[in-house]
């Protein structure tokens, strides 16, 4: 018997499974689809800045670690499979372009300075020194530039490369990915103190391991019905447009508002998201798209010309109080969950394997994850909030 089977192949059950594997665990990851698919495939890669010395709560304290382990993952992925994931740390620049923008932008800003984040006001002429391609002066179809601020220390990686890595070197690891296994419930024995999971149901019989961590991102839900977690998790989407230009036109990530410009270093350039409560719906849709291509022109305007190469949305897991869920799962010893991360789920994949790890194998997380307890009371129909 293997010791922990984890359901779900995405950027959280993989990370997992690759940090449990190299401790030395025996671990299947199984997923219903293929896995390195899903959400964590069709993210932008946006490594927002975290800084462990002005963390004030769990969640911060885990974005910090995660901050601090994305350089060291990456080196380490390479080495071990030869795949290099694209993290680099690229800068972000945040935009504002009107009144009411630039009132939460100063705000953030100073949320920003108060965690230690280096954070520069730029104007108009560092802005322009910064990312000639922006357009920085007023237009008939653009709104102008109000202002702007750049995070040096924020960073990108490329997820779907990210992912590749993480397979291979799970592979390398021991780890056995299974696809094309569904698992429809865990099956539970004994009392709500001293009650385990035996196994889990899947179209391919019942498989059963020591421990067990549910890892299904938006599909989460129905499995932990059953344990009685009120907090919800449910899908919200997001689409994508990648352009292509010959030679890359911005440096930075640049963030307007929700939505984003991502460069590549190869000249692709992904602008996103929309975020749109739809249900288990995974199309672009001709509004999502038309919208974040006048995002793009408006912003650089050259892009007008750039080819489109692809269009993709994703399934964000999203929690009905804005928090992942990250823990052991209610009146059992041996199940785990780590889910829900909705905007956020490639920025803090690191730190949540590390922290469940230890969670798994008897260790203190040294991380507080009260915030993210399976158990927490939650206000059952609260909006999700950006992570
Ligand atoms: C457009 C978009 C942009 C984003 N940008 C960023 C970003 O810039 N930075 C960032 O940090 N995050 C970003 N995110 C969020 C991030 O992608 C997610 O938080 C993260 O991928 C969630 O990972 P996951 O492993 O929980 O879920 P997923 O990647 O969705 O993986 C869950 C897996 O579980 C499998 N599964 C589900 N149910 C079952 C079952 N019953 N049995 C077996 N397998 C099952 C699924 O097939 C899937 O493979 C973005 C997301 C989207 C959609």
Same mark, same amino acid.
């Given at each position: 018997?293997?010791?922990?089977?984890?359901?779900?192949?995405?950027?959280?059950?993989?990370?997992?499974?690759?940090?449990?594997?190299?401790?030395?665990?025996?671990?299947?990851?199984?997923?219903?689809?293929?896995?390195?698919?899903?959400?964590?495939?069709?993210?932008?890669?946006?490594?927002?800045?975290?800084?462990?010395?002005?963390?004030?709560?769990?969640?911060?304290?885990?974005?910090?670690?995660?901050?601090?382990?994305?350089?060291?993952?990456?080196?380490?992925?390479?080495?071990?499979?030869?795949?290099?994931?694209?993290?680099?740390?690229?800068?972000?620049?945040?935009?504002?372009?009107?009144?009411?923008?630039?009132?939460?932008?100063?705000?953030?800003?100073?949320?920003?300075?108060?965690?230690?984040?280096?954070?520069?006001?730029?104007?108009?002429?560092?802005?322009?020194?910064?990312?000639?391609?922006?357009?920085?002066?007023?237009?008939?179809?653009?709104?102008?530039?109000?202002?702007?601020?750049?995070?040096?220390?924020?960073?990108?990686?490329?997820?779907?490369?990210?992912?590749?890595?993480?397979?291979?070197?799970?592979?390398?690891?021991?780890?056995?990915?299974?696809?094309?296994?569904?698992?429809?419930?865990?099956?539970?024995?004994?009392?709500?103190?001293?009650?385990?999971?035996?196994?889990?149901?899947?179209?391919?019989?019942?498989?059963?391991?020591?421990?067990?961590?549910? !890892?299904?991102?938006?599909?989460? @839900?129905?499995? #932990?019905? *059953?344990?009685?977690?009120? +907090?919800?998790?449910?899908? $919200? %989407? &997001?689409?994508?447009?990648?352009?292509?230009?010959?030679?890359?036109?911005?440096?930075?990530?640049?963030?307007?508002?929700?939505?984003?410009?991502?460069?590549?270093?190869?000249?692709?350039?992904?602008?996103?998201?929309?975020?749109?409560?739809?249900?288990?719906?995974?199309?672009?849709?001709?509004?999502?798209?038309?919208?974040?291509?006048?995002?793009?022109?408006?912003?650089?305007?050259?892009?007008?010309?750039?080819?489109?190469?692809?269009?993709?949305?994703?399934?964000?897991?999203?929690?009905?109080?804005?928090?992942?869920?990250?823990?052991?799962?209610?009146?059992?010893?041996?199940?785990?969950?780590? !889910?829900?991360?909705?905007?956020? @789920?490639?920025? #803090?994949? *690191?730190?949540?394997?590390? +922290?469940?790890?230890?969670? $798994? %194998? &008897?260790?203190?997380?040294?991380?507080?994850?009260?915030?993210?307890?399976?158990?927490?009371?939650?206000?059952?129909?609260?909006?999700?909030?950006?992570?």
């Amino acid at each position: 018997m293997n010791d922990c089977l984890i359901i779900g192949g995405g950027v959280i059950g993989l990370s997992l499974a690759y940090e449990l594997a190299r401790g030395g665990q025996s671990v299947t990851v199984i997923d219903r689809g293929p896995p390195a698919r899903e959400a964590s495939w069709a993210g932008a890669g946006i490594l927002p800045p975290a800084n462990a010395s002005a963390a004030q709560n769990g969640y911060e304290q885990l974005a910090a670690l995660s901050c601090e382990m994305h350089p060291r993952w990456a080196a380490d992925l390479r080495e071990a499979t030869g795949i290099d994931n694209g993290y680099r740390c690229c800068g972000g620049i945040y935009l504002a372009r009107s009144r009411a923008e630039a009132d939460v932008l100063a705000q953030q800003a100073a949320a920003w300075r108060k965690r230690k984040i280096a954070c520069e006001q730029l104007d108009a002429a560092s802005l322009a020194r910064y990312e000639p391609a922006l357009r920085t002066a007023e237009s008939a179809d653009a709104a102008p530039i109000l202002a702007a601020y750049r995070l040096g220390d924020e960073a990108q990686l490329r997820n779907p490369r990210h992912l590749h890595a993480l397979l291979a070197a799970c592979q390398r690891f021991g780890v056995d990915v299974r696809a094309g296994v569904e698992c429809t419930a865990l099956e539970t024995r004994g009392d709500r103190v001293t009650g385990k999971v035996t196994g889990v149901i899947t179209n391919v019989g019942t498989l059963s391991a020591e421990t067990y961590c549910v !890892a299904s991102g938006a599909w989460t @839900g129905g499995l #932990l019905r *059953p344990f009685g977690i009120r +907090v919800a998790v449910k899908p $919200i %989407r &997001g689409q994508i447009v990648l352009f292509r230009t010959p030679a890359p036109i911005l440096r930075h990530v640049v963030n307007d508002g929700l939505r984003y410009l991502v460069p590549r270093d190869d000249g692709r350039l992904l602008a996103g998201s929309t975020e749109e409560d739809v249900g288990f719906d995974p199309r672009n849709t001709a509004a999502g798209v038309q919208g974040l291509i006048e995002l793009a022109t408006s912003l650089a305007p050259s892009l007008a010309n750039a080819t489109v190469e692809r269009t993709w949305a994703g399934l964000r897991p999203a929690t009905s109080d804005g928090l992942p869920l990250i823990g052991r799962m209610p009146g059992v010893t041996n199940a785990f969950c780590a !889910a829900g991360h909705f905007r956020s @789920g490639l920025q #803090l994949s *690191p730190a949540t394997a590390v +922290v469940l790890a230890r969670l $798994i %194998r &008897g260790e203190d997380p040294q991380i507080d994850l009260a915030q993210m307890r399976l158990d927490r009371p939650t206000h059952a129909d609260g909006e999700p909030i950006d992570g």
